[in-house]
Each structure stands twice: as structure tokens, then as C-alpha cells.
């Protein structure tokens, strides 16, 4: 059965830290892995990754994908509090269009 | 340009209750997809529409309908509600794709519904 985990389930940091988030999946006719930040209900898009190798970066956060190892990690530099949030990683299949699987989520608190 | 819109925002009902949801996917979106979040499971695919035709579903009951019209909008419909249907039920919309192509296509989602069965 296909699956996406996330680790840690949790994390509370500082201000000013920088966290890795990790997501490890079994998919097997994969096609993209995505990355989601939620807020308060609405997940907003953060990354698509496909290709090995190659860090996608948009200000402070940064994500990168492995393909032989099966795992991606998201990257956020000198977090901010509006970091705070719930970020889900999801993989994509190339056999079914419009579904993603989602990982249980990593819930960061960022302390002031 | 507007977002994805769902409908109504919040809901209570009791269970062997029916409800129903509604979304606006964004406009020139023709995929609409829907999925239950809960604390303890996470995000979990229900079904998706395209043009009016159910693509793709997930592992619920028949209790989990949905449907899509014409103009794209979608709803879904849980019959004899329990009180474990009780989660945020959100919606996505998306451009179409060929499915043998990998592009830069994302699921853009709405706020949620927050189903609460008692």
C-alpha cells in the first residue's frame, strides 16, 4: 500500500533557528512529491519536486528531493513565527490523476 | 482572480443526519478533487471530478457521494452521518492534465468545511 511519513510529528523552536523537516514515501509509480503549508485551514502550495537532486528555493525555505533513497526534506532558515504552522508532504502517482497522498503532517510551533 | 470556495463554512449536525457540501473550484479549474482531514488519519483522497465524471476515489463507504456539474462547481453528500465523519472536509480544484505528463500543476484548496456530528 502506498504511504508518506513525516517526521517529526512535532517541533517547537525559536526564532532565528533553522528546521529540517523530512518526509520518506512508498509510492510505487511515482510522479511528483509536493510540499503544503497550513495555517489555519487552507493548504497553500509551497514546492513541486521531481527530479533528484535538484533544491527548489523560495526565500528562507528550501526543498530537495531524493529519488533512490525515497525521502525529500524541507528546509527553513531563520524561522520567523508566522512560520508557525502545519506542513504536509503529499506524493503524487502517475496512475491517479487528482489524488495525492498525504503524510500525517508535522505541526511546527516557532517561540518568539 | 478568486479562490476556491466552499460552503458552508462550518456545519453541526446529528448522526443518521444527511449533508451536504458544496465547491466552487477556481474559474477555468476542471478537476475538482475532495478530502477528509482528521487529527488521527490526515489528509485522506475521497474522490475526484472532471468534467462532470467521477476520475478517481478513494477508500470510503458508499456513504461518500459526490458529483460535479456543468459549470465545474462539485458537491458531495454524506448519507447516515456517524460521529466519526466528524472533519474538515476541503476541497481542490486544477487545471487538466495529461496523466503521462509531469508538469507544474498544483492543486490549489479551499478553506474547508468543519463537519461536526454529534
Known amino acids: 500500500e502506498d504511504k508518506v511519513v513525516q517526521s517529526p510529528l512535532s517541533l517547537v523552536v525559536h526564532e532565528g533557528d533553522t528546521v529540517t523537516l523530512n518526509c520518506s514515501y512508498e509510492v510505487t509509480n511515482f510522479r511528483s512529491l509536493l510540499w503544503y503549508k497550513q495555517e489555519k485551514k487552507a493548504p497553500t502550495f509551497l514546492f513541486m519536486l521531481t527530479s533528484s537532486g535538484i533544491e527548489k528555493k523560495s526565500g528562507r525555505l528550501s526543498s530537495i528531493l531524493d529519488k533512490k533513497e525515497l525521502f525529500s526534506i524541507l528546509n527553513i532558515t531563520a524561522t520567523q513565527t508566522g512560520d508557525s504552522a502545519v506542513y504536509l508532504c503529499?506524493?503524487?502517482?502517475?496512475?491517479?490523476?487528482?489524488?495525492?497522498?498525504f503524510g500525517q503532517g508535522t505541526t511546527l510551533q516557532v517561540k518568539p | 482572480k478568486a479562490g476556491v470556495t466552499q460552503t458552508p463554512r462550518y456545519l453541526i449536525k446529528t448522526r443518521g443526519q444527511q449533508v451536504t457540501l458544496s465547491c466552487s473550484p477556481i474559474?477555468?479549474?476542471?478537476?475538482v478533487s475532495w478530502y477528509q482531514q482528521t487529527p488521527g488519519q490526515g489528509l485522506q483522497f475521497l474522490f475526484e471530478y472532471f468534467s462532470e465524471t467521477q476520475r478517481n476515489k478513494g477508500n470510503f463507504p458508499g456513504r461518500f457521494s459526490g458529483r460535479q456539474f456543468s459549470n465545474s462547481r462539485s458537491e458531495m453528500n454524506v448519507s447516515t452521518l456517524e460521529l466519526g465523519d466528524s472533519a474538515l472536509y476541503l476541497c481542490?480544484?486544477?487545471?487538466?492534465?495529461?496523466?503521462?505528463?509531469?508538469?507544474?500543476?498544483?492543486?490549489?484548496f479551499g478553506s474547508g468545511t468543519q463537519l461536526s456530528v454529534l
Open positions: 481542490a480544484s486544477s487545471q487538466d492534465r495529461p496523466p503521462h505528463i509531469a508538469t507544474n500543476e498544483k492543486l490549489f
Open positions: 503529499a506524493v503524487e502517482d502517475t496512475r491517479n490523476t487528482g489524488k495525492l497522498i
Open positions: 474559474s477555468g479549474h476542471r478537476s
